[in-house]
């Protein structure tokens, strides 16, 4: 689906040359806040659940050092995320993995929601990681692609921004949840609404911003060799 119908106020963006076969997006409003929405969702996952760390420890019976893992897997799943989003997005294009992404959250934090024990927690803390990860960095490869020059400097201004209210709302939310009388699996379940919503408007409102011919292989292949040479060039320096 394309923006085109969308009647949200419209960025300027320029004429990319070298694009007959596909027209660039339009940097809409709409766009901007969903894209600010698959970035956003990852940290509410690691803030929004922190006051109820004793809950979680009393129901599962564990330790809190255990309930501490949750977030360090948290962070490993979504780097994971990020690490296989970039490639992929090149091969595949933009908007599959971004949906994809959100499905994969989602079904991390109803696992989360339901889980009888830590391990399962942990388990499934991972595969929420990895989702909201691989959303994530393929929202920005995709402003990336819509914005150039000075209009893709203020709409990463403005992604950042919004990305950093995140962590500081998150706790706070978390905490009304709480005190109204909700338990740490109902945390979860909002955050279950919150991929949700993540993958609807990512269904709906976000365009595919990466046309077929501009679509390239190489993947993790690359990326390795690429990190190779980094290290390579590391280590060169310092024995000079």
Same mark, same amino acid.
């Given at each position: 689906m394309t923006a085109r119908g969308d009647s949200s106020p419209r960025f300027s963006t320029e004429a990319s040359t070298?694009?007959?076969?596909?027209? $660039?997006?339009?940097?809409?409003?709409a766009l901007i806040l969903t894209l600010a929405l698959q970035s956003a969702v990852p940290p509410f996952a690691t803030d929004m659940y922190t006051p109820a760390f004793p809950q979680v420890t009393a129901d599962l019976a564990t330790t809190a050092s255990l309930v501490g893992l949750t977030l360090t897997t948290f962070f490993l799943g979504m780097a994971a995320g990020q690490l296989l989003?970039? $490639?992929l997005s090149d091969q595949r294009g933009r908007r599959m993995p971004m949906i994809v992404g959100g499905l994969i959250c989602t079904v991390g934090a109803v696992g989360c929601a339901l889980a009888p024990s830590i391990w399962v927690l942990i388990g499934f803390r991972?595969?929420?990681?990895?989702?909201?990860?691989? /959303?994530?960095?393929?929202?920005? /490869?995709?402003?990336?692609?819509?914005?150039?020059?000075?209009q893709l400097a203020r709409v990463m201004s403005i992604l950042m921004a919004l990305g950093g209210l995140a962590p500081m709302i998150a706790p706070v939310f978390g905490g009304v949840v709480l005190t109204i009388g909700g338990t740490w699996r109902t945390v979860f379940w909002c955050l279950v609404g919150f991929a949700l919503l993540m993958m609807i408007t990512a269904i709906f409102l976000v365009p595919e911003s990466l046309p077929v011919e501009r679509r390239h292989g190489g993947g993790l292949r690359q990326f390795a060799s690429g990190l190779h040479e980094v290290l390579r060039l590391r280590q060169s320096s310092a024995t000079c």
């Open positions: 070298g694009r007959a076969a596909t027209a $660039p997006a339009a940097v809409t409003t989003g970039g $490639p991972i595969v929420q990681g990895f989702g909201g990860g691989l /959303a994530a960095v393929v929202a920005r /490869a995709v402003v990336v692609d819509v914005a150039k020059g000075d």
